[in-house]
Nanobody, 124 residues
Framework: QEQLVESGGGLVQAGGSLRLSCAAS????????MGWFRQAPGKEREFVVT????????YYTDSVKGRFTISRDNAKNTVYLQMNSLKPEDTAVYYC?????????????????WGQGTQVTVSS
């Protein structure tokens, strides 16, 4: 059974940092693009960042550029999201997802496996 498990969320003050991890099991992610999405209360799930299977292609939503960094360790079947200079507006449940293709993609419909999410709360 394919499974993605996120970890690393928590409560942090504005300006602080968190590192999220997404560990995959039942599926070798090295051939697939991976993405991070987030959903704030009362809002739709939104794209944050995606990375291609080989790590060469990375795309960020504008609001996190220069603050967030995605990386992947295919040997460990794990993807990471380093979040620095966090802002209260970054507060959301963060989801890791695996795409059905190797190219980086921001489209939710291209992702077929999702984690359960991890809460990130940034206090002002």
């Amino acid at each position: 059974q394919e499974q993605l498990v996120e970890s690393g969320g928590g409560l942090v003050q504005a300006g602080g940092s968190l590192r999220l991890s997404c560990a995959a099991s039942g599926r070798t992610i090295s051939r697939y693009a991976m993405g991070w999405f987030r959903q704030a209360p009362g809002k739709e799930r939104e794209f944050v960042v995606t990375i291609s299977a080989n790590g060469a292609g990375v795309y960020y939503t504008d609001s996190v550029k220069g603050r967030f960094t995605i990386s992947r360790d295919n040997a460990k079947n794990t993807v990471y999201l380093q979040m620095n200079s966090l802002k209260p507006e970054d507060t959301a449940v963060y989801y890791c997802a695996a795409a059905r293709e190797s190219l980086a993609t921001a489209l939710i419909r291209h992702y077929d496996t999702w984690g359960q999410g991890t809460q990130v709360t940034v206090s002002s």
